[in-house]
């Protein structure tokens, strides 16, 4: 079982991502049990060779804070 951690508000837990045999371990991810997407900064996973193409979909996600914009490929 994965552990969480509940902080200043919000439950944090580590995730791995896996691509093309590569992986990058995230620490503190914030776990949002009301979003309707997952989202990862490019920032974080670009170092394993995540990036947006050209073919990816642009999601919009608007909550509390604001408008999001984001890809899914």
Do not use: C, P, W
């Amino acid at each position: 079982m994965t552990k969480m951690i509940f902080e200043n508000v919000l439950l944090y837990t580590t995730a791995k991502v896996y691509y093309k045999g590569r992986a990058k371990t995230i620490d503190k991810m914030v776990i949002d049990t009301g979003a309707s997407h997952s989202i990862i900064s490019t920032d974080v996973v670009e170092e394993i060779g995540i990036n947006i193409e050209e073919r990816d979909e642009i999601i919009v996600s608007v909550g509390i804070g604001g408008k999001q914009f984001s890809v899914t490929g």
